[in-house]
């Protein structure tokens, strides 16, 4: 076939009846269909093709920030990691010193000896001592004892002074002071609960 012949079709020449008889067209109008229909088809493929991938980039690229700052996060924990596990070791070691200020069942006793041992080095006169026993919480027990004293102003607060001394933890509750008798002076009662605390042990059967 010579193609230098396409330029000498003249397409308006061509009659639309004559396209359902496309099979016995001349031969240069056949390959004008031909490419025509290649070219259609070729735009077609890439449009719809080039739409699909464009969707598959765009979700790769999303995908893509999600991994980052799924990376991040955890290169940024991994970096943290030796100063976490030194924080997680100072707090281990806090929390078990803060559980051997806790006396078990068998210190109790002997801390209810030492606070009564401290209302009479501070001068006072125990008119009350009252352990209420324990009352479980979470992890720990409370031990409240109900006191009431007699004496003057500076000697409650060296007798607060000296619970806060002891190597238990106890903790002052509902303090009120109020005059004592009108013939005893210048002594004062004070009603306070101190609470110590206990560490329940998960076996342990309070």
Do not use: W
């Not at 070219?39 to 493929?45: E, I, K, R, S, T």
């Not at 006169?125 to 479980?136: D, M, S």
């Not at 004892?145 to 903790?171: D, N």
Request: aromatic share 8%.
């Amino acid at each position: 076939m010579d193609l230098s012949k396409l330029n000498e079709i003249d397409l308006s020449d061509i009659d639309v009846n004559d396209i359902k008889n496309i099979g016995s067209a001349p031969t240069p109008v056949k390959v004008i269909l031909i490419v025509i229909v290649c070219l259609l088809a070729l735009g077609a493929g890439i449009f719809f093709d080039t739409n699909a991938q464009l969707d598959v980039l765009n979700q790769a690229e999303q995908k893509e920030v999600s991994l980052r700052k799924t990376f991040d996060e955890k290169q940024s924990k991994a970096a943290n990691l030796d100063a976490y596990a030194q924080q997680l070791e100072e707090m281990t070691k806090s929390f078990g010193a803060l559980l051997r200020q806790l006396p078990n069942k068998t210190e109790i006793e002997s801390l209810l000896t030492d606070i009564s041992q401290t209302v009479i080095a501070s001068g006072l006169e125990i008119e009350y001592f009252k352990p209420e026993g324990l009352f479980p919480k979470e992890f720990y027990a409370e031990y409240p004892i109900k006191l009431r004293v007699i004496g003057r102003y500076h000697q409650f607060g060296k007798f607060v002074s000296g619970v806060a001394a002891l190597p238990r933890i106890v903790t002052m509750r509902d303090i009120s002071i109020k005059k004592a008798k009108k013939d005893s002076g210048v002594l004062l009662i004070m009603e306070v609960t101190a609470v110590t605390y206990q560490y329940l042990d998960e076996q342990e059967d309070v």
